[in-house]
């Protein structure tokens, strides 16, 4: 969990990660030089919950890919779960998605999610039997179709392949690392059922269309064996998709 100035928020994000049906998990929080009190809250949470880590970095990384980095280097579990600081997950996320687990070295997951502003509106309905898409490579070009903080993937599989941590890439990092990992070969096994809930709040860099735009043609233009053309129909597609399941169907 990558963390800055996020004390608004983030009790009730680690709450939904403590009312998980599966327990056996440890949360890694990243503090990203917060000027706030995110680390006197954290801390004093993981004083009665020592699954709970705080690592406060000595820099300001500016963006959630070099803490997701830390993080996922101090990990001591085969499988990594990424959560943003103000996200919630549907209590049975972590045991549907670690149900599917085959393989460890190879293994990515993602789930559909539900955008929200207000904690209030939020409902948990039991989750029986899930059913699975598969995501490819050419699907993720198309349209970005995996949440971040839906993702469990093996430790071993995003460190080969970890987030971009150039400043260029803010807020497209995860949908260039995903890439990578598709094109390696890997299938993201995607649940249908919502187990994610995203916040939507003010001043989200990937609420701003025409920067979100110029970011997501940067990464195809940038990305080995695309042309201009390609890039152009990749960005187009990926924006008109966004707009549709993003404000349409409010969720992903």
């Known amino acids: ?125 039991e989750i029986g039997q899930v059913s699975v898409d598969h995501i490819g490579f050419m699907a993720q070009s198309f349209r970005a179709k995996i949440p971040t903080s839906s993702v469990v993937v093996s430790k071993s599989l995003v460190s080969k392949f970890p987030f971009e941590e150039s400043p260029n890439y803010k807020a497209v990092e995860d949908f260039h690392c995903w890439l990578r990992i598709l094109n390696a070969g890997v299938t993201c096994r995607k649940v249908r059922e919502p187990l994610l809930y995203y916040r939507k709040s003010e001043g989200q860099i990937s609420g701003s269309k025409l920067k979100m735009m110029k970011k997501v043609f940067m990464v195809h233009k940038n990305y080995p064996g695309r042309g201009l053309l390609i890039s152009i129909l990749f960005t187009a597609s990926h924006i008109l998709g966004g707009l549709y399941f993003r404000y349409l169907r409010k969720g992903m």
């Open 1 to 125: 969990m990558p963390a800055y100035n996020a004390a608004q928020y983030i009790e009730n994000t680690i709450s939904s990660l403590q009312h998980q049906t599966y327990n056996n998990w440890e949360l890694i929080v990243v503090d990203d030089c917060s000027t706030d009190n995110t680390c006197d809250l954290v801390t004093r949470i993981a004083e009665d919950d020592h699954r709970i880590r705080l690592i406060r970095l000595e820099k300001n990384f500016g963006g959630p890919a070099g803490p997701r980095n830390v993080g996922v280097s101090e990990a001591r579990y085969d499988l990594v779960a990424f959560l943003d600081s103000d996200d919630i997950w549907h209590p049975q996320k972590l045991e549907k998605q670690v149900d599917l687990v085959e393989s460890p070295d190879e293994f990515f997951a993602c789930s559909s999610m539900i955008d929200f502003e207000d904690d209030s509106t939020i409902e948990f309905p």
